[in-house]
């Protein structure tokens, strides 16, 4: 990748996002290693109010840190991708008012709303898909040498969607992998790169097989702290021990929907008789975080920034980033195509796995450990992806309704169809595809 002579372009689509002050705080603390010289935040018109509070936040902080990055704030995608070094998306297609109808329409019919796993991930696939194609397509024409950075969810599907259907070259990127890494390297009091843990599985459905802290193996360490693992956005329930040590790996805590279906969806529901669903708590969260980026006097990234879901999103960016733009060889878990790393599995899935981080792109690392009790469910998951990803391009609703009724959340095919119809519903200002003018 021949970087632009005075430094890199980076494009961030959905630049008014919440998470964009880590972001920037990034490309500060790295800049010797990554010289970003322009970067250019865009948004969509209704996006307009929370793109000039953050972007102005972003360039108080350049200021403040003395680098030589210009900040660009636009609603003209093309003008931001042209000759682009990196595209990093971090969107939300119908934003938060979306996500709740998602979390909020399945528990209705007695199956788990969550915005990346279940029916309301398929909804957020369906409605995201199409726009992210379309922002490939700017790519193709306007930076086809650009890497494009994919953080926005379901991210193993967007990244899959990309892989199949444009010539972009893209990873996708998850918060969850850095923030295990990161906790094994604070329980052992050792730097990150003295831990290796292996990921098996897809984004959101992943296993840790091993976890390895100065060569020496620590899984058994970590399977006995059965609450130690877990996230801001999923209900802290605790992991059967019994079931932990006979399963010998580490579930990601998404796994709790399938692991743990019943006690979750009973958390859902009393959540939301109590009028309260993870979409109210981020909005409010955001409206808090927006109240203090507005403020002219500061001028650095707020400790509140850590209450959302994603926390160290932008350290695994920025890593990757550095990584590609200098060829660093490093091991970072990245969405990635398959290409017989898991042999039952097609060449073209997406899967969450190690891989070592190249100048010309990221090449997966053949996995050690794959639990067997595990190649059931990835499979079972996968199979419903590839048909919501096909639903997504073509707007086919014969395709959505296999995907739901072969999700494994979903308990039969007539709760699939009563689901599909009143999501597709709710969406439908979103899915042009499905509601053709």
Known sequence: MAPTKQGLKIAVIGGGSSYTPELVEGFIRHHQELPVRELWLVDIEPGLRKLNIVGNLAKRMVEQAGVPIEVHLTTDRRAAIAGADFVSTQMRVGMLDARARDESIPPKYGVIGQETTGPGGML???????????????????????????????????????????????????????????QVSSKYGVAADRVYAEFVGL??????????????????????????????????????????????????????????????????????????????????????????????????????????????????????????????????????????????????????VNCVVTKTGPLPLPLTTIPPMAKGLIHAVKTYEQLAIGAAVTGSRDLALQALAHHPLVPSVEVAIKLLDEMLEANKEYLPNFFPQ
């Open 124 to 182: 957020k696939a369906l409605r995201t898909i199409p726009v992210l194609l379309d922002v490939c397509r700017d790519i193709e024409e306007l930076a086809p040498n650009a890497w494009l950075l994919n953080f926005t969810n379901p991210a193993g599907m967007v990244t899959e969607a990309i892989l199949k259907y444009s010539k972009v070259k893209s990873i996708g990127l998850c918060n969850a992998p850095i923030g295990l890494i990161k």
């Open 203 to 352: 984004n959101h459905l992943h296993w840790v097989s091993r976890i390895d802290v100065n060569g020496e193996d620590k899984l058994d360490e970590m399977l006995a702290d059965t609450a130690g693992y877990s996230a801001k956005n999923v209900p802290a329930r605790e992991w059967n021990p019994d079931f932990l040590r006979s399963l010998r790996a580490l579930p990601s805590y998404y796994l709790k929907y399938f692991y743990m279906t019943d006690a979750m969806l009973e958390e859902q529901l009393e959540s939301l008789n109590q009028g309260q669903n993870r979409a109210e708590v981020v909005k409010r969260v955001e409206e808090e975080l927006f109240e203090l980026y507005s403020d002219p006097e500061l001028k650095e990234k707020p400790k509140q920034l850590e209450q959302r879901g994603g926390a160290y999103y932008s350290e695994a960016a920025v890593n990757l980033m550095r990584s590609l733009y200098n060829g660093t060889n490093d091991i970072q878990t990245l969405n990635v195509a398959n290409n017989g790393i898991l042999d039952f599995l097609p060449d073209d899935a997406s899967i969450e």
